[in-house]
T-cell receptor
């Protein structure tokens, strides 16, 4: 049973437009959500996160929205740039627990066309 | 400023061989994890550790062993490699309630 789901395997957008990546989760115990970005042949790198007590967190061109009642979060990238082309992973964790375990979704491949 | 270091970067094994993937971190993080990345499957947790001497299974532990004798090192052992273990393996570390840092990955092919 997959606890974190990213239902769109891929997304293509034009440079300068908005990219919206979606993520759903099932476990109500998750209290923190993170987005990681991954380029080919590199390890995932942290992008942005949000606590379950917030509904929005912004960092430059990147904004994460959390709808706790719907168990849904989304990552907005505005404006999108060709260098944003990568795989984006949504992850969830229960920091209130003992393990710090990150549970990842399957990823969305974003292609930003020049 | 090494962060999380994984070795080797690439490895080809024959079915039935054993090997150890090395992972070391220099950030004094108590939490360490191993993930595998497969097409369409995302990053799946193999084993994790909450501190030296303490390990536990993740989502896909079969065929893998781990140990954590020091805070810095968290090796992953493949006991008898199978083609189904062909994958890219990532090691990660973190402190309590902080984001995880990942290594560069080990690409393993089992033939």
């Amino acid at each position: 049973d997959q606890q974190v789901k990213q239902n769109s395997p891929s997304l293509s957008v034009q440079e300068g437009r908005i990219s919206i990546l979606n993520c759903d989760y099932t476990n109500s115990m998750f209290d923190y959500f993170l987005w990681y970005k991954k380029y080919p042949a590199e390890g995932p790198t942290f992008l942005i996160s949000i606590s379950s007590i917030k509904d929005k967190n912004e960092d430059g061109r990147f904004t994460v929205f959390l709808n706790k009642s719907a168990k849904h979060l989304s990552l907005h990238i505005v404006p999108s740039q060709p260098g944003d082309s990568a795989v984006y992973f949504c992850a969830a964790v229960n920091y209130g627990g003992a393990t710090n375990k990150l549970i990842f979704g399957t990823g969305t491949l974003l292609a930003v066309q020049p | 400023n090494a962060g999380v270091t994984q070795t080797p970067k690439f490895q080809v094994l024959k079915t039935g061989q054993s090997m150890t993937l090395q992972c070391a971190q220099d950030m004094n993080h108590e939490y360490m994890s191993w993930y595998r990345q497969d097409p369409g499957m995302g990053l799946r947790l193999i084993h994790y550790s909450v501190g030296a001497g303490i390990t536990d299974q993740g989502e896909v532990p079969n065929g893998y062993n781990v140990s954590r004798s020091t805070t810095e090192d968290f090796p992953l052992r493949l006991l008898s490699a199978a083609p189904s273990q062909t994958s890219v393996y990532f090691c990660a570390s973190s402190s309590k309630r902080t984001r995880a840092f990942f290594g560069q990955g080990t690409r393993l092919t089992v033939v």
